[in-house]
């Protein structure tokens, strides 16, 4: 499945459970993560999606790392089996 459809069912579904599934675009900052999500109950992910065999550019892990840095929650989620695992997840999120 192409990355593209894998944000597309992600997205749907994510709506679907009340949230919000912002596309993180910052000019100037290159590699940010695909989706900003904010749960019902407000907690912030930082989310980038992958096709199964995809790779992490360099710039990508640099943008996570600075992320992680300041304990922000950051997936990298992985096909379609990482999205319905967080999907799961956000469901049982309080």
Same mark, same amino acid.
Request: charged fraction near 30%.
């Given at each position: 499945?192409?990355?593209?459809?894998?944000?597309?069912?992600?997205?749907?579904?994510?709506?679907?459970?009340?949230?919000?599934?912002?596309?993180?675009?910052?000019?100037?900052?290159?590699?940010?993560?695909?989706?900003?999500?904010?749960? $019902?109950?407000? /907690? =912030?992910?930082?989310?980038? *999606? +992958?096709?199964?065999?995809?790779?992490?550019? $360099?710039?990508? /892990? =640099?943008?996570?790392?600075? *992320? +992680?840095?300041?304990?922000?929650?950051?997936?990298?989620?992985?096909? =379609?089996?990482?999205?319905?695992?967080?999907?799961?997840?956000?469901?049982?999120?309080?």
């Amino acid at each position: 499945m192409k990355e593209s459809a894998i944000e597309k069912r992600f997205v749907q579904d994510l709506k679907a459970l009340g949230c919000l599934a912002y596309k993180f675009v910052s000019p100037g900052n290159d590699g940010v993560p695909d989706r900003i999500v904010i749960t $019902p109950s407000g /907690k =912030v992910h930082f989310v980038e *999606l +992958k096709t199964e065999a995809g790779k992490l550019s $360099p710039v990508q /892990k =640099v943008q996570l790392e600075r *992320l +992680k840095e300041r304990n922000a929650s950051v997936r990298v989620l992985y096909g =379609v089996k990482d999205v319905v695992a967080f999907e799961e997840e956000v469901k049982h999120e309080v």
